[in-house]
């Protein structure tokens, strides 16, 4: 038994993706996973929590919730989380998830994240890169139109789900807007969800998203402040940088 419960609560559909977005760079990735969630209206599948997890719980319409859950429908399966997951708590969480996933017969795992840009408040719509662990899965994102990130650095929990499902040769892709690093930025993630209907045949219409964008910025302060945190502790700063091999 893992680290991690995996608390079911309904049916998993074979052969769909896994979209990951959790508290990180910008908080794209927990604003697109959650705003897939309810745009979508995807039902609650499981709970997952661990030992590591602060301890809280949250209150939605009076009924109970754990921070890190996982929804779903006929087509897309989410994970999400309203708290960033501690630092030691990351490589169980990555081996646990993509262990779930092959029991699930999940199809592929996609990560949803930005990647922290210097120039982004010049940027009216952010740019959108791609990275995987197989060859397939590269040649599917140009075959998408989508830029390859070419170099530099992965880290935190993305990392480790990444290294996890290379380890195992699992598809896995990386879907990565161009953000601010420490401000929420809803901006970014409506630029990596209006690229869901060329690569996964999903579509979303962002324009909500885009139209709630200032209020969404001063609710996630304090979620950000925190993610800030964990980054922090992450190796995050490796994203700013090169590779030596590569300078």
């Not at 030691?88 to 930005?114: C, Q, T």
């Amino acid at each position: 038994m893992g680290a991690w419960e995996f608390i079911k609560v309904g049916e998993v559909r074979e052969g769909t993706n896994l979209f990951i977005g959790l508290p990180d760079v910008g908080l794209v990735g927990a604003i697109a996973s959650t705003f897939l969630v309810r745009t979508l209206k995807l039902d609650l599948k499981s709970f997952v929590d661990s030992d590591m997890m602060p301890p809280i719980i949250l209150f939605h319409g009076s009924e109970p919730l754990m921070p890190l859950r996982i929804y779903g429908n006929d087509s897309i399966t989410v994970l999400t989380s309203e708290v960033a997951v501690p630092v030691e708590a990351i490589p169980s969480l990555a081996r646990d998830v993509v262990g779930w996933a092959r029991e699930n017969k999940v199809r592929m795992i996609v990560v949803l994240s930005g990647v922290p840009t210097p120039n982004r408040m010049e940027m009216e719509r952010p740019g959108v890169y791609g990275a995987a662990v197989r060859r397939e899965e590269r040649e599917m994102l140009e075959s998408k139109g989508v830029n390859l990130l070419k170099e530099g650095f992965v880290s935190g929990v993305y990392a480790a789900v990444l290294k996890e499902c290379m380890k195992r040769g699992f598809p896995a892709i990386a879907l990565l807007a161009e953000s601010y690093a420490n401000y929420p930025d809803p901006g970014a993630a409506a630029s990596l969800l209006s690229r869901f209907e060329d690569i996964f045949g999903i579509k979303v219409d962002v324009k909500p998203l885009l139209e709630q964008e200032e209020e969404l910025r001063l609710k996630l302060r304090e979620l950000m402040k925190r993610t800030v945190e964990q980054m922090r502790r992450a190796g995050k700063e490796y994203e700013y940088t090169i590779p030596p091999i590569y300078a």
